[in-house]
């Protein structure tokens, strides 16, 4: 009887949690929106307790500028903070939270269009509800193989293996690169309508490759692979960048943040 029941209340479940993102994409999104916030401001707390605040007023103008420009574009308050870190980071999280390393800012050279777009890929997460989204795929396949574990299926520990195998390379790790490649347009769509140049998103890619080379990684970049494919997608989307960046100076919006 339960295993007749399984595959129709998964079904609903799922169906329930169906949802499209900025670009049209289908995800699956199953978590309250208050519940991923509420997990994002208790992080950002915990960052603030755990490291220091940078009091450079440079560093704090040039990262208040860009990411007002920018969510100026979405909508809601925002609130941003710079932290001293050497690492080339730099983060968004559900509830409006920007957060900034020192070390970035370093690494671009205060060039306000490339930390532009890497704010604009962060904010882009949020706007995409990736985080929501990772969490609801988690908490998916935790439910379907405690589920499993109740039939004679999951009896079989060679199943649960492979299903094992199958949840970390066929469900949860390919939406990540998908993820990534949906900020980036998001976020360069983001920085343009702000009046950043879009085409400083590839020289930032670039850079961050250049700078992986060394001996020091790029933190960004751990988490942030920059493939060739990346470079080639963004210059596909330039078009569509470059139109909003015009449409963006054309109607006066022209940041001076350095």
Sequence with gaps: ?????????????????????????????????????QMGLQSFSALKNQKPVSKNPQYNHLAHCIANAITQQTGGNWEIVVFQDKSSNAFALPGNKIGVYTGLIQLVGGNQ????????HEVGHVLAKHSNE?????????????????????????????????????VL?????????????????????????????????????????????????STHPAHATRIQELEQHMPKAMALFQQAHAAGRQPHCN
């Design 113 to 120: 269009d490339q930390l532009a777009a890497v704010i604009g």
């Design 1 to 37: 009887m339960l295993k007749k029941l399984i595959p129709p209340l998964m079904a609903a479940w799922l169906l329930a949690g169906c949802a499209t993102s900025p670009t049209g994409r289908s995800q699956f999104i199953a978590l309250p929106d208050a519940q991923i916030n």
């Design 173 to 221: 790790m390919p939406f990540s690169r998908t993820q990534e490649s949906e900020a980036d347009m998001i976020g360069q769509d983001l920085m343009s309508k702000a009046g950043f140049d879009p085409r400083q998103s590839i020289a930032l890619w670039q850079k961050m490759g250049r700078a992986s080379q060394g001996q020091q990684p790029v933190e960004f970049m």
């Design 134 to 170: 990772r969490a609801s795929q988690q908490m998916a396949v935790q439910q379907g193989m405690g589920i499993i574990q109740q039939t004679a299926l999951g009896q079989n520990p060679t199943t649960l293996g492979l299903l094992g195998l199958g949840t970390q390379y066929g």
